[in-house]
Structures are given as C-alpha cells and as structure tokens.
C-alpha cells in the first residue's frame, strides 16, 4: 500500500510538469491561429515588413526570424570553442587548488540575471564597438557577444560532466600509445564524448534563441535585415517583449504567432537533441 | 597542435584588424525611437510628422528601445545618438536641443510656442457614467490636483483652477489606461484618497488605446490616456486634460549642437539626414 502511495504521488508531480508543456503547446498554438488565419502564414513568415500600426497593418517577421538565427550563430560562433575549451581545461589540465573555485565561478555564470549580462552590453561592449568599429555598437556582434558568454556555463557544465565520464582507459590508452596528451585529448576524449557535448551545445543554442532581455538592450532592434555584423537586428523574442504590453487585436494575435513561432524553433532543437542522444550510445552521455 | 593554434591565432588577429581598419570614424546619427505601440512614440510620430495617421515613416534602421529612461541611457553612452523622452525623464546627463529656436519648458508649451507635447487625458463614457468618475476627474483639474501634477514633473494646463473639496461620495472606482501616467496618477490617487476614504480606487496600466476599449465596453469607469483622443474617440468619450507634457529632444552632452529645426528633426527620424555633418 504504502509503495502505491508513493508511486501515485511520483505520477502526479510527473504529470504536473507533462501537463503544463501540454497547456502551453495548446495555448500558444490557438491563440496564434487567428493571426495566421488574417495575415496568412506564408506572407507572416516571409514578410519583411512589421508596422503593426499602420493602416492597413503589416506583419512580417522574416527580419527576426534571420535575426534570431543569426545572433544565436554567433552566439555558438563565441561560445562553442571557449566553452569546450574552458570544460577541456577543467576536465583533464586543471590544478585541484583553482579548481573548485573555477567551478563555483562557472555556476555563478549560470546564475548572473539576464538583465545584468544586458547592462553590462549596453556600457561596455556598446560603446566599444561604436568606437571601434562601423555604426552605433547596437548590433549582431554586441548581441551575439553577450549571447555567447551566456551560454557559456551550460555548454562548460555538461561538456565538462560528459569529459569526465569517459573511462579512463580510453586517455590512457592513448598516451600508452605514444600520443601527446593534447592528441589524445582532441582524437580520442572529444570524439569519445561527442555527444554529451553536442548536448551541451543544443542546450545552449536553446538558451540563446529564447534569450529575451539582454538582447533586447544591446541588439537595438530595428526591423532590418542586417547586412553586416555591425547592423541592428530585431529578434523573434525581442519583438515579442518591445510590444507585448500594448498590443491588443490583431498586433497581439501576431505577437503571440510570433511566440509560437519561437516554440516551432525550440521543438526543433528538442528534436535535434532527441536524435544525438539516440544516435550515440558511446560514454559520456 | 601547435600548428591548429597558430593558425587559429593567425586568423583571429587578421580578422580583427581588417574589420577595425574597415571601421571608420563616423559622424553617423544613431536615431532612438520607441517601439510601435507607445504613446510617446505615437504622439511624436504625428507632431513631427513621422506618421501621417496611416503609414508610419520611421527610418528603418532607427534603434528601438523599450522604455524612457532606456532612451535616456542610450543616448547617455552614445556622442551620435538622438532620441526623444518625456521631459519628466530629462537628466543632467543628457542634453536637450531647443527645437525652431524654442526650449521645451513649461512656460512654452502654455504659451503655445514649443509644438512637441501631449496632453495627459482621463476621460469617461460621454453617456452613463457614474458621478463618482466624474468626481474623481474633477479632482485631478482641481487646484489640489494640478499642484500634485507640477510637483510630478509636467505642466499643469488649468493655472484657475478651483479648489475641490470632499465629496463624500463611496464606492469603487476602477482606472485604466497609458503607462506613461503611472507615476503622477499613483499620487494623484493617493491624495484623492484622503479627500475621500470609502472609496476604492484600482488602476490597470494596459496602454491608451486598450485603457479606451476597456473604458467603452464599461469594464473600467475612466480611461487614462496619454494622447489626445482621436476623433471617433471623441464622440464617444468626454475627454479632460490634466496634465501636459512636453516631449524633449535629446542628444549626447558633448554633441555640439544647441538647438534644431523641427524640420531637420523629421528628416532625421525619416533618415533622410544620415550624418551630424549635414545638420544646420
């Protein structure tokens, strides 16, 4: 009896958290229909203009949705080589002395707001681009930058979890072979955890696209195609946040296709995941 | 593995001198604006005619941000920047340009010759609405009232206004509308409070033009907005402005320019002037 009790309990809390990404799909999906159903979903997602105010509206979200792929590739383009790296360090170089306090460094990363990452764009790498760069600094770069420190801590954590979980054997063989320890580290370990860190960088894709304040603070969200990394860029979340207040009619049913559309990106790279995980059986996962 | 850093090495540094040789020092104007739904942005829009009404002609490539004082930063940290902000929210941080050779303070807005302001609006159903509503908008044009509005920041418009006094009147009184009123509206609720302890007041900050249709369809007994009402608004609605305020033109404090033609300040929200170089 007292087992069912348990086990009942465990279902429960189980399906607290099933049922809440059932009412958020449900939600967000019906309440983009109408949208899709007034704008039409081809002209919606390959619009390049959004003036929701204007008489007659227009909503396209082309911009951000090239937006958003282009910040979270920088994002990845910052943050993937410095956060295997940094894990590659933590894992197999590190000194036991620095390394609690690195690892206790890394978490407070995770824990840093995102408004905070968002100040410290806006008076530090803003300004710095302005100066040295082309146009104001509010741009891709500045977004992706910020991006790429923030994902940091996920892409470290997991990639350094799944270094650590190779058997030993396979770095030592290697070294018993006669390679250097950076070859067995780079031909052996890495691709031996491949997978762990493919999922600490899907995890952390998932973090930049959703990423909403920062962004907001230094990407300067105009609704343009950015032809160079120096241009403003809006993102799919941004336009989301910059209108969700006031919009009502129509604009908010868009704002909410918008989400949905987000949600699309976000399945995606569950999907993605999904199949590394399955792909791979070896260590490290 | 030597040879994969160096050339990782290599390659980073070129880059990056490429890029900043590339990089010139520009005299471009970092045009500010607000996103497309706030009523400052409206109000500027149409003053400087950004907006005829019905397609809005802001240059695309105008930085947008979220707030006020976001605009305010922003044009803090940039020398290029312009932007625009209720004069509320001016700092010493930043400089504010006079416009066609007009200051924006208090005593030019009354006296009509600074253009770029708005009026601060509650209005009420034109039919059925409850004498409470009408009390508490008669407290807001009071002497009391417009004090609590200068003391806030803005220009009261109503310098004979008359002395309210209690009513005596109960009940619950439920307030919504623009967000750009939060702060006079707080205290102006506060103090008619006092005047009036059994009533209840409730505000929602929606946005103008939300605070209107919750206002129509009778789910909120005044509306706060921060325009002017439109004209099938104002068939519908009975208006009362209780505050002005006057939307000031920013720049960074070491921008040399002191003053601007409304003119210019419109080609420059349109992009038609890209560069600081070309402004008279």
Redesign the interface.
């Known amino acids: 009896m007292k087992e069912k009790i348990a086990e009942y309990f465990f279902l429960i809390c189980s399906l607290i958290s099933i049922g809440a990404v059932a009412l958020i799909c449900f939600f967000i999906f019906r309440g983009a229909y109408p949208a899709v159903q007034t704008v039409g979903l081809w002209p919606f997602l390959t619009g390049g203009l959004w ?5 007659p509206p227009l909503f396209g979200i082309f911009n951000m949705i090239v937006g958003s792929v282009y910040v979270t590739a920088g994002a990845c383009l910052i943050g993937v080589p410095v956060g295997v790296f940094t894990a590659v360090y933590m894992a197999k170089y590190c000194p036991q002395k620095i390394y609690a306090g690195m690892s206790q460094l890394v978490s407070l990363l995770a824990g840093i707001p995102s408004i905070i990452y968002g100040f410290f764009g ?2 530090l790498i ?2 710095f681009i ?1 100066d ?7 741009s891709v770069l500045a977004a992706s930058i910020v991006l790429g420190v923030m994902v940091l801590p996920t892409i470290i954590k997991v990639s350094e979890v799944s270094l650590k979980a190779v058997p030993k054997t396979y770095y030592e063989g290697a070294l018993a072979l006669g390679a ?1 320890k ?2 067995s580290i ?1 031909f052996v370990l890495i691709p031996a955890a491949k997978s762990g860190i493919l999922t600490g960088i899907v995890l952390g894709i998932g973090r930049a696209i959703g990423e909403t304040m920062a962004v ?2 230094v990407a ?5 195609l950015p032809e160079t990394i ?3 860029v ?1 993102t799919l979340t941004a336009n989301i ?3 969700m ?4 009619g129509t ?1 908010f049913d868009a704002i909410v296709a918008t989400g949905a559309v987000l949600f699309v990106f976000i399945l995606l790279l569950n999907l993605v995941l999904g199949v590394i995980n399955k792909g791979s059986k070896t260590a490290g996962t | 593995m030597e040879k994969i850093l160096y050339f990782v090495f290599a390659a980073g540094v070129s880059l990056f001198f490429n890029v900043s040789c590339g990089g010139n020092v520009n005299n471009e104007i970092t045009v500010i604006s607000r996103e497309e739904s706030s009523g400052t942005r409206g109000a500027f829009d149409e003053l400087i005619k950004i907006s005829d009404g019905k397609i809005n002609m802001l240059f695309r490539e105008a930085i947008i941000v979220s707030s006020t004082d976001e605009a305010a930063f922003k044009t803090e940290v940039d020398k290029r920047a312009i932007a625009y902000t209720s004069i509320g929210s001016v700092t010493g941080k930043i400089k504010t340009l006079a416009v066609d050779g007009v200051e924006a303070n208090e005593e030019n807005v009354k006296r009509g010759a600074y253009k770029i302001f708005r009026p601060f609006v509650a209005g009420v159903p034109g039919s059925g609405s409850s004498p409470l509503a009408r009390d508490f908008i008669s407290y807001l044009v009071s002497r009391q009232g417009q004090k609590i509005v200068v003391t806030a920041g803005y220009i009261a418009p109503n310098d004979e206004a008359s002395v309210y006094s209690a009513s005596g009147l109960a009940g619950k009184l439920t307030l919504s509308g623009s967000t750009s009123v939060e702060k006079i509206m707080e205290r102006l609720k506060e103090e008619y409070v006092k005047f009036n302890p059994d009533v209840k007041v409730e505000i929602n900050y929606t946005g103008s033009t939300a605070g209107i249709k919750d206002c129509l369809s009778g789910k909120s007994n005044i509306v706060m907005s921060s325009r002017a009402f439109k004209a099938d608004e104002k068939e519908k609605l009975e208006g009362y402005a209780f505050a002005l305020d006057a939307i000031a033109v920013i720049v960074n404090k070491n921008n040399p320019i002191d003053e601007i033609s409304s003119e210019m300040v419109t080609k420059i929200f349109k992009g038609e002037i890209r560069s600081w170089s070309d402004v008279k």
């Open positions: 003036k929701p105010t204007d008489i806006m008076m803003v300004p302005a040295n760069f082309s146009g104001n600094g509010n250097t950076e070859q780079f907001v603070m300067g969200n105009a609704n343009i120096f241009k403003s809006r946040v910059l209108e207040g006031y919009a009502s604009h």
